[in-house]
């Protein structure tokens, strides 16, 4: 009953929808979270719903999804925030 | 006890934050919806995240976070899919 995590940045599409189908079915992950900040939120929630509706449709199903903020300093010192999101994937039962 | 629908899309950022913070201020709604699909997914999330954190922090919050897609035909009459999300904001009680 291990626990994935899938953090969504540049890389192609398709590698993290791999990646996260490959987590049920090679790893035997029994949740796998999807997390991504700013503008890679988007993406995130597309790899969530390609992977449990397009290839795992009757083995794993969207859990929940939190939204929340990050707040650091950038190179000049301001504050910044940034968005954040976790969607966790568990395994249909 | 209304409902309050914000559809995000392609106008300023500060017009949606403004418009769901006035649903609770003046409108005296008790919920809003935040939704949005595809490339607008991330706008939504800053939305619900400023205007709950940063304008709202001791009259609403997040109560719920939802995805899903939407199938459609194309002007070539291909199936298209776009993710979207349901972003919902309730009064603090």
């Given at each position: 009953?291990?626990?994935g995590?899938?953090?969504?940045?540049?890389?192609?599409?398709?590698?993290?929808?791999?990646?996260?189908?490959?987590?049920?079915?090679?790893?035997?992950?029994?949740?796998?979270?999807?997390?991504?900040?700013?503008?890679?939120?988007?993406?995130?929630?597309?790899?969530?719903?390609?992977?449990?509706?397009?290839?795992?449709?009757?083995?794993?199903?969207?859990?929940s999804?939190?939204i929340?903020?990050?707040?650091?300093?950038?190179?000049?010192?301001?504050?910044?925030?940034?968005?954040?999101?976790?969607?966790?994937?568990?395994?249909?039962?």
């Amino acid at each position: 009953m291990s626990e994935g995590l899938l953090f969504i940045g540049a890389k192609p599409f398709m590698n993290y929808v791999t990646g996260a189908v490959l987590q049920f079915t090679t790893k035997g992950a029994s949740a796998v979270h999807i997390r991504a900040r700013g503008k890679f939120i988007a993406k995130a929630v597309d790899v969530a719903e390609i992977a449990t509706k397009r290839f795992l449709s009757t083995q794993a199903k969207v859990q929940s999804v939190m939204i929340n903020s990050e707040q650091f300093k950038n190179e000049e010192g301001r504050d910044v925030r940034v968005s954040t999101i976790d969607i966790v994937l568990v395994k249909s039962t």
